[in-house]
């Protein structure tokens, strides 16, 4: 895949399902935390090599907005290269309190991938400004071509988002308090009442 941009950048954002096998720790962390198969919302961006460390802070910031709007205690870890996959750079992972585990719990994460995807799946761009190249090739004044850099972020990892709603905003009498942000796709209800209170 070859394309010419003046300024290359692709975003995407996108729903999808998730399919993981549970490691071997996974007893550790049973029921909606560690599932199978989940939903989620996954941000991805194709950009420049020059510009890939900038949009990887754009799409920490935005989960960390996202986090801090729904009122979650969270934290933000740089990882440590031998906690990296294959594909990626550097990556930051967000925990938010989980009080059902009693600490912090992986809710998201942001990949800079950097060209580690594109080269494998040959994906480039060539810059819209001349550069010097060597005539010997007979290409004019074409650019050399460039690898783009690839960016994933997890926006929403849904059975982690209900665990974090559950737990923190649960009252003493069972009912959970909704978020304000979230009022609007509630149809204006602000608190879940337990069944048996209803009636």
Same mark, same amino acid.
């Given at each position: 895949? %070859?394309?010419?941009?003046?300024?290359?950048?692709?975003?995407?954002?996108?729903a999808?399902?998730?399919?993981?096998?549970?490691?071997?720790?996974?007893?550790?962390?049973?029921?909606?935390?560690? *599932?199978?198969q989940?939903?989620?919302?996954?941000?991805?961006?194709?950009?420049?090599?020059?510009?890939?460390?900038?949009?990887?802070?754009?799409?920490?910031?935005?989960?960390?907005?996202?986090f801090?709007?729904?009122g979650?205690?969270?934290?933000?870890?740089?990882?440590?290269s031998?906690?990296?996959?294959?594909?990626?750079?550097?990556k930051?992972? *967000?925990?938010?309190?989980?009080?059902? %585990?009693?600490?912090?719990?992986?809710?998201? &994460?942001? &990949?800079?991938?950097?060209?580690?995807? &594109?080269?494998?799946?040959?994906?480039?761009?060539?810059?819209?400004?001349?550069?010097?190249?060597?005539?010997?090739?007979?290409?004019?004044?074409?650019?050399?071509?460039?690898?783009?850099?690839?960016?994933?972020?997890t926006?929403?990892?849904?059975?982690?988002?209900?665990?974090?709603?559950?737990?923190?905003?649960?009252?003493?009498?069972?009912?959970?308090?909704?978020p304000?942000? %979230?009022?609007?796709?509630?149809?204006?209800?602000?608190?879940?009442?337990?069944?048996?209170?209803?009636?």
């Amino acid at each position: 895949m %070859l394309t010419t941009f003046y300024l290359f950048i692709l975003k995407f954002c996108a729903a999808l399902e998730n399919f993981t096998l549970n490691d071997t720790l996974a007893f550790l962390d049973r029921g909606l935390y560690r *599932v199978h198969q989940f939903s989620k919302v996954e941000m991805f961006i194709f950009c420049r090599p020059e510009v890939s460390e900038s949009f990887h802070e754009e799409l920490i910031e935005i989960e960390e907005d996202l986090f801090s709007s729904l009122g979650f205690h969270y934290k933000t870890l740089d990882m440590a290269s031998g906690d990296l996959g294959a594909p990626a750079y550097r990556k930051f992972d *967000v925990e938010a309190w989980m009080p059902g %585990l009693g600490r912090y719990g992986e809710i998201s &994460s942001a &990949s800079n991938c950097r060209d580690y995807q &594109s080269r494998r799946l040959g994906i480039r761009y060539r810059p819209s400004e001349p550069t010097p190249v060597n005539p010997k090739r007979g290409k004019g004044n074409l650019a050399p071509t460039q690898f783009v850099h690839t960016l994933n972020a997890t926006a929403c990892a849904v059975p982690r988002m209900i665990i974090c709603l559950l737990e923190n905003y649960q009252q003493e009498d069972g009912s959970v308090v909704i978020p304000e942000p %979230l009022r609007p796709f509630m149809g204006g209800l602000g608190l879940i009442v337990p069944k048996s209170r209803k009636g």
